[in-house]
T-cell receptor, first 110, second 113 residues
């Protein structure tokens, strides 16, 4: 699976939007972009995924660049419960594993 | 809808012993994956099972093995435990097309002394 690059850490004020970037310059045409997050003392939690078009769900939005070499996870209003490590992961169509990097540790300031 | 259930939650074993961890996936999920999480190496893929067959295996020694039963429940076994096997072991299940991604359990915290 292709590699992703994320900032080590980010901070956000509570109730403000958060944009978490991810670079994946070697993405292939069939790679899906997945986002997971891991809260302290819990297993990872699926957030959102997409292929080419922007995606929205109840948790977040995923904005994918036109050339697919980068993407941004958008949390519309950060809450204290959103403080977690966020992982951006690429998976091939026939891949059955998630390759986790170090992710971005998001801190939310009250 | 019940989530992914892993048992036991905590386990302490002695070097050289073996251990078996259990994972019950979400009803209807036939794919089960296992991951190891340590502070130094982060989250690493161990193996994945679908319909009782191992489809994919990570880069771990043969002491790590697993199996899946006809009801999709899965077990992983670690033989001849080493101190470095101390970790959080996570199980994840998914639908075949991974429409909603993978759902992870809360993990089993294994400590080897």
């Amino acid at each position: 699976d292709a590699k992703t690059t994320q900032p080590n850490s980010m901070e956000s004020n509570e109730e403000e939007p958060v944009h978490l970037p991810c670079n994946h310059s070697t993405i292939s045409g069939t790679d899906y972009i997945h986002w997971y997050r891991q809260l302290p003392s819990q297993g990872p939690e699926y957030v959102i995924h997409g292929l080419t078009s922007n995606v929205n769900n109840r948790m977040a939005s995923l904005a994918i660049a036109e050339d697919r070499k980068s993407s941004t996870l958008i949390l519309h209003r950060a809450t204290l419960r959103d403080a977690a490590v966020y992982y951006c992961i690429l998976t091939g169509a026939g891949s059955y594993q998630l390759t986790f990097g170090k992710g971005t540790k998001l801190s939310v300031i009250p | 809808k019940a989530g992914v259930t892993q048992t036991p939650r905590y386990l302490i074993k002695t070097r050289g012993q073996q251990v078996t961890l259990s994972c019950s996936p979400i009803s209807g999920h036939r794919s089960v994956s296992w991951y190891q999480q340590t502070p130094g190496q982060g989250l690493q893929f161990l193996f994945e099972y679908f319909s009782e067959t191992q489809r994919n295996k990570g880069n771990f020694p043969g002491r790590f093995s697993g199996r899946q039963f006809s009801n999709s429940r899965s077990e992983m076994n670690v033989s001849t435990l080493e101190l470095g096997d101390s970790a959080l072991y996570l199980c994840a299940s998914s639908l075949p097309d991974r429409t909603y991604g993978y759902t992870f359990g809360s993990g089993t915290r294994l400590t080897v002394v």
